[in-house]
């Protein structure tokens, strides 16, 4: 009972961290935009009850190695610079957000199948959105392959704000454009290597498939949009 109670306690005490460094390559779906290079600080902390993962913090209901309910909040780059386009002169600047709801993590041993529901809890769009995701990791050795594949639903106020044409922003060339709720779908493959214990190298590829409502929108002239980024994480 004493030997139990112990690695029950060592269980519950657990945790794992670190921090690192990454940049990111964003392709924008916006006319005459051009690609923007981030950095992006790293910080990684799991628990039995919290998970941190770059911009995404979990908060999780259950204590389950198979299910968990959690409390999610995650920061989005969304956002866009008119003055970056000569097309967007004229548009109000569309600023990046923070979003927070619910999501469960469904651990199998076929694959990772998660699920969330956010809204924006800066009102910026005053929006909402959901977001259905699998993916699966194949070790090998010092190196890791994780394929994705998500779809991802925004509704129409999230669209309007990110991707719609105020009236007061509308010209002859640029016409008025709320659009309508749709879905993203994505696809994605994140190499990562770890020469020793403690430090891992990352590379991650994504491309995201706009919906219609969004192609349609005359801000946008691309069907797609990509981002890379890569890193190193260093494990205390």
Known sequence: MAHAQDVEATKADDS???IGLGAAVIER???DYDNETKAIPIVYFENRWVDVNGGRIDFKAND?????FRLRARYALDGYDPGESDYLQGMQERDDSAWVGAAVVWKNPIAEVS???LVDAMDNSEGSRGRVQVER???MGRFGLTP???AEWVDQKYVAYYYGVRPEEATSDRPFYEGDATVNVEAGLRLDYSPAQRHTFFLDVGTVSLGDEIKRSPLVERSSQT???AGYLFHF
Do not use: Q, T
Request: proline residues 4%; positive net charge.
């Open 148 to 150: 994705r594949v998500a």
């Open 16 to 18: 794992r961290w670190g």
């Open 227 to 229: 981002r890379i980024s």
């Open 29 to 31: 779906p916006y006319r």
């Open 115 to 117: 699920a969330e529901y």
């Open 64 to 68: 389950s190695d198979v299910l968990d």
């Open 137 to 139: 990791r194949f070790g």
